[in-house]
T-cell receptor
Framework: GAGVSQTPSNKVTEKGKYVELRCDPI?????LYWYRQSLGQGPEFLIY????????DSGLPNDRFFAVRPEGSVSTLKIQRTERGDSAVYLC???????????FGPGTRLLVL | AQTVTQSQPEMSVQEAETVTLSCTYD???????LFWYKQPPSRQMILVIR??????QNATENRFSVNFQKAAKSFSLKISDSQLGDAAMYFC????????????FGQGTELSVKP
């Protein structure tokens, strides 16, 4: 079956703009994760969904970041009033309910000018 | 808080040779998972190998094996018969055993393979 997909692959925006990043998990996976990877670093956790609800959003850096998963499948990460420091690769992963292993998408590279 | 440390920013190996990547972690938990992920330039994180902390036997996947030392909190990855396609960033990651636990990653080791 298809893996985790993310769109867009790359996004360039201007400081202060609003962006949405989309993640489509593996079919049947109930758990979905967002991570942020800055240049030269390992990914850092942002938020975790189990079904439609955010089970852990402790990694969101501030209230400019918000994520939704209204039907328990596709998720959207929303960033308001983007800043240059938001430039990074945003990775999405999904897993089964038990969730031993997370499977990652190819990421969205966000560049804020 | 749990932390993961990879002390080797870069490693190099000759094709067909063996290389070991180091990882240490810090946790007060007794039940957890450890992972090695590979990230090529395409950015896609690919699972290489997984180890459950309650298992004493070291995990093995074809040319990839780990040396898991629970008391020392060490989790190294050995790649045997290195191939050009093994060149990538390698990340060590920790996950608490509970359902849906987030991954905590190390800083990564960039592996180059010389023909």
């Amino acid at each position: 079956g298809a893996g985790v997909s993310q769109t867009p692959s790359n996004k360039v925006t201007e400081k202060g703009k609003y962006v949405e990043l989309r993640c489509d998990p593996i079919s049947g996976h109930t758990a979905l994760y967002w991570y942020r990877q800055s240049l030269g670093q390992g990914p850092e956790f942002l938020i975790y969904f189990q079904g439609t609800g955010a089970a852990d959003d402790s990694g969101l850096p501030n209230d400019r970041f918000f994520a939704v998963r209204p039907e328990g499948s596709v998720s959207t990460l929303k960033i308001q009033r983007t800043e240059r420091g938001d430039s990074a690769v945003y990775l999405c992963a999904s897993s089964t309910h038990r969730g031993e292993t997370q499977y990652f998408g190819p990421g969205t590279r966000l560049l804020v000018l | 808080a749990q932390t993961v440390t990879q002390s080797q920013p870069e490693m190099s190996v000759q094709e067909a040779e063996t290389v070991t990547l180091s990882c240490t972690y810090d946790t007060s938990e007794s039940d957890y998972y450890l992972f090695w992920y590979k990230q090529p330039p395409s950015r896609q994180m690919i699972l290489v190998i997984r180890q459950e902390a309650y298992k004493q036997q070291n995990a093995t996947e074809n040319r990839f094996s780990v040396n898991f030392q629970k008391a020392a909190k060490s989790f190294s990855l050995k790649i045997s018969d290195s191939q050009l396609g093994d060149a990538a960033m390698y990340f060590c990651a920790y996950r608490y055993y509970n359902q849906g636990g987030k991954l905590i990653f190390g800083q990564g080791t960039e592996l180059s393979v010389k023909p």
